[in-house]
């Protein structure tokens, strides 16, 4: 049984998508993460919450969750496999489907000597593949990992990530058709800067007919500052900022208007690769800009479905 979530029925309607990721807090006030859902609902399909990203302890994706819920918000809740073992990501599942959460973005997780605990222990008992395998058992099969019945229905809409960028570049597309077999119904990818290296994977896609089995949104991340660009270039993992980017934001007398116009310049590009069914927008600590995003790349109205 597939979820009937928001932004299932957006992807499987051929609409556009757009989602957003609201950060949870370092602390256990809601207000901070209702803001955000307010803030963002009527500019998305669906907002995405955090799982102790880059393993720093923040409030849970599964509370944030069921806060932005409250709100009217079609949450996606992401689930790592650093810090639980397959009962209690079983568990989580379950409790999430309970309270309404039925879209879950499956992945591995940061190692955790890069948060703020170097000295925990991870889990990993599963990876994000496995993950993806599990969900699907528990809602295909109403079966536990165990092979045990599940008792009623679990209702998922199963996402997963992707890096259209990182080596061995040909391998991306097998890695992504891994988890499209696994049972992926949605895919978000790493940021976009150097679009034709996408496209470039975005024609593997399509070649091997995936883009008709899954759903690929499009990462985007709007750049506040140079150093930000110059960070992401040089230090972040994965990302591929090309240098014509740096050298635009370090030309530019407005930084932050410079980076709207260059992700405004890269949705409208990303409209036009076949395949591509959305987009998601990662604004980190700079939510207030995504409203601006979708209005000015001209995704108003959004759908309701």
Known sequence: MKAGTNLEKVLESGRFAVTAEAGPPRG??????????????AFCDALNVTDNQTAIVRMSSLSSCVLLKQLGVDPVMQMVCRDRNRIAIQSDVLGAVALGIWNILCLTGD?????????????????????????????????????????GEVPL??????????????YRVLRLAKKVKAGADFIQTQAVFDVSKFAKWMEMVTDRGLDKEVHVLAGVIPIRSVGMARHMRDNVPGVSVPDEV????????????????????????????PGVHGIHIMAVAWEEI????????????RPLI
């Open 28 to 41: 256990a006030v809601p207000s901070v993460i209702l803001r955000k859902g307010e803030l963002l609902k």
């Open 111 to 151: 190692y955790q000597s890069f948060g703020d605990h170097p000295t925990a222990k991870s889990v990993f008992d599963l990876d994000s593949i496995q993950l993806i395998q599990v969900l699907s058992q528990m809602r295909d099969e109403k079966k536990f990992l165990s092979g045990e019945k599940i008792s």
């Open 157 to 170: 809409f199963i996402g997963a990530v992707e890096n259209p960028y990182a080596d061995p570049f040909e």
């Open 246 to 273: 740096v050298t635009r934001m370090e030309d530019a007398k407005d930084a932050r208007e410079e980076g709207l116009k260059i992700c405004l310049e890269i949705i409208e590009q990303i409209k036009e690769i």
């Open 290 to 301: 995504v409203p601006t995003i979708v209005e000015r790349a001209g995704l108003l109205p």
